[in-house]
């Protein structure tokens, strides 16, 4: 640091100890002593065991975590793929059957995607909703 840095910090510090003001010292006021350092003592080594404690507890949750997913990843594999309902399957063949037909495989135009019939009444613009009369 530069001499002129020094001079500041060393005015601040002869300032500071000199504040104006009444200054209110009385015989019963001091140090915190040896009772107030065995209890913020006690306190710190609390709080540092509590987390300690807490993370060893977060590290043990995340292990076991990953045990299920891998326990539920390794019972999904042993036990094949998922049962299929009667709705999915009577969707896929509907998908198939318009696929082997030659049909895109969209749905069909009077079940669009948001449950409205297609009233015929003029062609909608996609990606764009048109709100319509009740």
Not at 35 to 54: D, H
Not at 75 to 97: H, I, K, N
Not at 105 to 122: I, L, R, T
Request: hydrophobic share 40%; aromatic share 2%; no cysteine.
């Amino acid at each position: 640091m530069s001499g002129a840095v020094h001079g500041v910090l060393l005015a601040a510090v002869v300032h500071a100890e000199r504040l104006p003001g009444p200054t209110i010292e009385s015989p019963e006021e001091g140090s915190p002593g040896f009772l107030g350092f065995v209890v913020t003592f006690l306190l710190a080594a609390a709080v540092i065991a509590l987390a300690v404690s807490f993370s060893r507890r977060m590290r043990r949750a995340d292990h076991r975590a990953r045990l299920r997913a891998q326990e539920e990843e390794q019972r999904g594999a042993a036990a094949g793929p998922a049962p299929v309902t009667a709705e999915e399957a009577v969707a896929q063949t509907e998908l198939d059957a318009r696929t082997e037909a030659g049909r895109p495989a969209a749905p069909a135009p009077d079940a669009s995607a948001d449950g409205d019939a297609d009233d015929g009444g003029g062609q909608d613009t996609p990606g764009r909703d048109v709100p319509r009369a009740p």
